[in-house]
């Protein structure tokens, strides 16, 4: 017999997890129209999630015609289901029930906390995982008995803790909740910068899709070059196995050439030692024909004199002529026509006597040979005497179609130096220009220097002379030379007289200094030529310009008396009574060798000057000189 016991009202009813109690509906927690949820502190206020299996939930889903208001002992079976619980022995010690392991579910992430399109970062700390009980199947359990209080007891407290270890869960995972703003704030930045990131990436995407167009296109410019390279490449190959084949060639030839070279380099080497024995038997023959040379000179006479006619001119026919009769190369005759002197027969021997058709090439062909001297160191003096319109301008200067002495001394004053330039020696030309005019001293390179003064090289060679303060040029071609000359030429003093339309009135000198330097023998030569144009003596009873003509006639006058003097070997000789003497003392007394023209004119009106002036050169021809010393010294 079964008896119904009585409801226990000392057990106590299982507590209820504690849940966030919130004023609030569920609506607050709900999407907005942006489809996030609002940033608010009342996340935290969220209900708790229910985990799929849960007793609660299981229950939830119950007709609440089901459920009772409390629980009796009868429900216990319906408890059981729920936890079953083991049967303890008939000692009724608690038998604690089997726990089914928890599945361990991840918490899904709280809406709007991530971007469409974009990977949200994971949050910093992951929640705790929920320990949920399933239902596992077991056998079923007897009914405690309603007696047994504390099997009854045991069931409960199992069911409590359970109840506990679940509401810590619970507990937990709202603790996780209310980290939740935090982390969507960190979200948000995230995505910001994410953001951020995606629009710099999108910007360099671009450039970098320029960039690849740039490059595609110079990838096709630099593909075009490449076939062109390689076309070229391919030229060149063809080109490069032609230059292998020649070079092979060439390589023979270049050993045939070397073979070639060291024969040639040893018949070099033999032939240079034979040139430096022919350097040195041909240094020592133009020394020994300088010697000859001089020798010859000196037996033709220190002081040499050559006359010469000149022909009338085509303007002069009617003019009569004296009659002249060529005698010899050397010797003329002279005989009047005029009534007073008619019949006179005056004969005159000199050097050489140059007749009217002789040409300028001849006369210079005789002049030649003191130019040589010259170069070979001597110093050399050439000047022309005679009466004004005799032609004393015309043999040293010449014209532009028969050049005189003068030019054609520059001509061979070059030539001669190319060659000697071969056997060693060089050479520089130093030309100065004089003029004597009214017996003051001009510069014709500068008409307006002053203070110009004849003086003594030294004072113990008293017979070399020079002139301060004069323009002095160095030459190095024959066409300077020629330019300083014509210079000089146009600032020359000329003047019309009776004789001549352009007479020159005054005495011109150009002074030629030639410095020779040979340094493989360490000599050294000095010559020096003057060539002087003297001005033309005029009678008093004929002349316009009386001054002029004093100052002329004197200085030619003292130019006689030194000579006379010399002739005589008188102990002194008026050198300085004119500077044109003062001038001419090395040329005349001193170390040097002297050729004067004396130019005549054919006409019988100038007989008496002829005269005078074939009378002068005659004795002129008698003077003779102690022997003249070359200008050679060593080169130290």
Known sequence: MSRRLDKPSGIPKPAKPPLASSSKSASAFLPTASGRLPLSRELANLPPRKRAGSPDIARAKEPRAKLRRSRSFNDLPSIAAVNPLKRTASTLAPIPAKRVAPAVTKAKPPPGTGAVGTKAK????????????????A????????????????AQLE???????????????????????????E????????????????????????????SSEKIAVLTESLEKAEEQLKNVSAACKTAQESEKKLKAEVEYLKETCEFFTNENDSMRQDLEACRDQLFASVMERKDIHNQMMDLRGNIRVFCRVRPPLASEAERALCGWQYLDEASLEITATDPKNKGTHLEFTFDQVFHPRTSQEDVFGMVSPLIQSALDGYNVCIFAYGQTGSGKTYTMDGSEENQGVIPRTVDLLFNSLKNYR?????YEIRATFLEIYNEVLYDLLDPNAT????????????TDVYVSNITEKLVESPEELRYFMDVAKSNRATACTVGNERSSRSHAITRLQLIGVHEGKQEKSVGTINLVDLAGSESPKTSTRMDETKKINRSLSELTNVIMAILNKNDHVPYRNSKLTYLLMPSLGGNSKTLMFINVAPFQECYTESVKSLRFASSVNHVRMSKIRKNRVLNN
């Not at 409590?160 to 982390?183: C, G, S, V, W």
């Not at 071969?422 to 060089?426: F, K, T, V």
């Not at 203070?451 to 008293?462: F, Q, W």
């Open 122 to 137: 994971p949050p910093a700390a992951k929640p705790a995982p929920v320990k949920t009980v399933t239902a596992s199947k």
């Open 139 to 154: 056998p079923p359990v007897k009914r405690i008995p309603p007696y047994d209080y504390k099997a009854r007891y045991n």
């Open 159 to 185: 069911k409590y803790n359970a109840l506990k270890e679940k509401f810590d869960a619970q507990k937990q995972q709202l603790m996780e909740i209310d980290n939740l703003p935090e982390m969507y704030e």
């Open 187 to 214: 979200s948000q930045a995230e995505l910001q910068k994410c953001q951020q990131e995606l629009a710099a990436t999108r910007k360099h995407n671009e450039c970098l899709e320029k960039e690849s167009k740039i």
């Open 422 to 426: 071969r056997i060693g020696w060089e």
């Open 451 to 462: 203070d110009l003064e004849i003086r003594m090289v030294s004072p113990t060679n008293k």
